[in-house]
T-cell receptor, first 116, second 115 residues
Framework: NAGVTQTPKFQVLKTGQSMTLQCAQDMNHEYMSWYRQDPGMGLRLIHYSVGAGITDQGEVPNGYNVSRSTTEDFPLRLLSAAPSQTSVYFC???????????????FGDGTRLSIL | RKEVEQDPGPFNVPEGATVAFNCTYSNSASQSFFWYRQDCRKEPKLLMSVYSSGNEDGRFTAQLNRASQYISLLIRDSKLSDSATYLCVVNPSNAGGTSYGKLTFGQGTILTVHP
């Protein structure tokens, strides 16, 4: 049981390049989320999904796209990388609880992304 | 006002001390509440869920005060290994009162336990 798997673990991009951060979970969790974490700040929600085919914006969605074609996968796409997107990115998943409430989230190891 | 606010600290305490963290949230309809810990450059890990009646897990006690909209975490008999950032996490609800998979994190409280 691998839990939440993120790839790559590290990436350096040039401004303007695009790339996709991969996230997969094998726990059959309904909910998945992407966060970014910057020094001195907590985790900020980028996009989240409550099930296959359903996504929604979080607090800081600009510059990022997501899709959820399967329950297992939730890739995050950077359309045109900017230095302001240099950050640590975490993917998380959780089971849907009673009345659609959140159960605790399981996090991937993170992707450390630098934009030059 | 931020949705979830924590005192960033840092808290520097000696081994064996008791330390308490508070966290306030702005959405009165919030449902699930959690405390996570995060070690340097690692992913956040669940420390404990917070229940209305309060709950305890070994040296850790969590309390929820819905009337005042705050959550607390008490750590007794601090260990060196407790040094970490503690994150308060809230599941806010929308106007309909139903939560849809969205969690909001506080900025974290840094704890350093020294010998």
């Amino acid at each position: 049981n691998a839990g939440v798997t993120q790839t790559p673990k590290f990436q350096v991009l040039k401004t303007g390049q695009s790339m996709t951060l991969q996230c997969a979970q094998d726990m059959n969790h309904e909910y998945m989320s992407w966060y970014r974490q910057d020094p001195g700040m907590g985790l900020r929600l980028i996009h989240y999904s409550v099930g296959a085919g359903i996504t929604d914006q979080g607090e800081v969605p600009n510059g990022y796209n997501v899709s959820r074609s399967t329950t297992e996968d939730f890739p995050l796409r950077l359309l045109s990388a900017a230095p302001s997107q240099t950050s640590v990115y975490f993917c998380a998943s959780s089971r849907r609880g009673i009345n659609y409430s959140n159960q605790p989230q399981h996090f991937g190891d993170g992707t450390r992304l630098s934009i030059l | 006002r931020k949705e979830v606010e924590q005192d960033p600290g840092p808290f520097n305490v000696p081994e064996g001390a008791t330390v308490a963290f508070n966290c306030t949230y702005s959405n009165s309809a919030s449902q699930s509440f959690f405390w996570y810990r995060q070690d340097c450059r690692k992913e956040p890990k669940l420390l404990m869920s917070v229940y209305s009646s309060g709950n305890e897990d070994g040296r850790f006690t969590a309390q929820l005060n819905r009337a005042s909209q705050y959550i607390s975490l008490l750590i007794r008999d601090s260990k060196l290994s407790d040094s970490a950032t503690y994150l308060c996490v809230v599941n806010p609800s929308n106007a309909g009162g139903t939560s849809y998979g969205k969690l909001t994190f506080g900025q974290g409280t840094i704890l350093t336990v020294h010998p």
